[in-house]
């Protein structure tokens, strides 16, 4: 599936102004496969051209991401939603890193994103001792956005996605680019480059104000598709 994800990211999303992952069963993911860890090249070789290719992918990505997340989202799913530009959950749904209970680290993402969302000191709640984090608890430390019903989750997730795709989003590709710069650079230099993405951004961006169709990507992560 990784290597279906990763194409779909780098040559499925020319005519997409966002993309939205997912789950297609009664949960967002249960994370890493550990059926498929064991073999077929060296582990870290297959870390690197699966999940972090995916994670670097989305966040190169110059159109918004959302995770819409439902059910339970744990392991490498943790990693892929905090990689995303929004983040959006079910009401009853539950996330966060279990696979310190297996003896196994982090490896995608989470340590460098969940202390910028929530702290150090929650980051280590969630990361070194496994804790489980409930909607209610992610929309109060910022690790999500917005909560919804359930019944009433698929409804919103599509409001959401289409209330963003009409928006000029060439220019929030810009902003989000702009984010990555600021997040390992001074806020001067990355003052001095954000002028040479204004020009670039405005084209797809205002394609989103004259009230275009808006395109939206749905992955569901059972099965991907578009």
Same mark, same amino acid.
């Given at each position: 599936?990784?290597?279906?994800?990763?194409?779909?990211?780098?040559?499925?999303?020319?005519?997409?102004?966002?993309?939205?992952?997912?789950?297609?069963?009664?949960?967002? +993911?249960?994370?890493?496969?550990?059926?498929?860890?064991?073999?077929?090249?060296?582990?870290?070789?297959?870390?690197?051209?699966?999940?972090?290719?995916?994670?670097?992918?989305?966040?190169?990505?110059?159109?918004?991401? %959302?995770?819409?997340?439902?059910?339970y989202?744990?392991?490498?799913?943790?990693?892929?939603?905090?990689?995303?530009?929004?983040?959006?959950?079910?009401?009853?749904?539950?996330?966060?890193?279990?696979?310190?209970?297996?003896?196994i680290?982090? %490896? +995608?993402?989470a340590?460098?994103?969940?202390?910028?969302?929530?702290?150090?000191?929650?980051?280590?709640?969630?990361?070194?001792?496994?804790?489980r984090?409930?909607?209610?608890?992610?929309?109060?430390?910022?690790?999500?956005?917005?909560?919804?019903?359930?019944?009433?989750?698929?409804?919103?997730?599509? +409001?959401?996605?289409?209330?963003?795709?009409? %928006?000029?989003?060439?220019?929030?590709?810009?902003?989000?680019?702009?984010?990555n710069?600021?997040?390992?650079h +001074?806020?001067?230099?990355?003052?001095?480059?954000?002028?040479?993405?204004?020009?670039?951004?405005?084209?797809?961006?205002?394609?989103?104000?004259?009230?275009?169709?808006?395109?939206?990507?749905?992955?569901?992560?059972?099965?991907?598709?578009?």
């Amino acid at each position: 599936m990784l290597d279906e994800v990763n194409h779909i990211l780098t040559h499925g999303t020319s005519d997409a102004r966002v993309v939205v992952f997912r789950g297609a069963g009664r949960a967002f +993911s249960a994370g890493d496969d550990l059926f498929d860890m064991g073999g077929g090249g060296p582990p870290l070789e297959k870390m690197r051209a699966g999940h972090h290719a995916m994670i670097k992918r989305i966040r190169a990505l110059r159109i918004p991401v %959302m995770a819409a997340i439902h059910g339970y989202a744990f392991g490498a799913a943790f990693d892929l939603i905090l990689a995303c530009d929004f983040r959006v959950m079910a009401q009853s749904a539950v996330t966060g890193d279990i696979r310190i209970n297996r003896a196994i680290n982090t %490896m +995608s993402g989470a340590a460098f994103w969940l202390p910028r969302y929530v702290g150090m000191g929650r980051a280590s709640e969630i990361l070194m001792l496994g804790e489980r984090v409930t909607a209610e608890q992610a929309l109060n430390w910022g690790l999500v956005t917005r909560v919804f019903p359930d019944d009433q989750f698929d409804a919103e997730v599509r +409001s959401f996605a289409e209330k963003i795709a009409a %928006m000029p989003t060439g220019v929030m590709g810009a902003n989000k680019a702009l984010m990555n710069y600021g997040l390992e650079h +001074s806020r001067y230099r990355g003052s001095a480059i954000a002028g040479n993405f204004q020009e670039r951004g405005q084209s797809r961006g205002r394609s989103g104000i004259r009230g275009e169709t808006p395109t939206a990507i749905y992955w569901p992560l059972a099965c991907v598709s578009h």
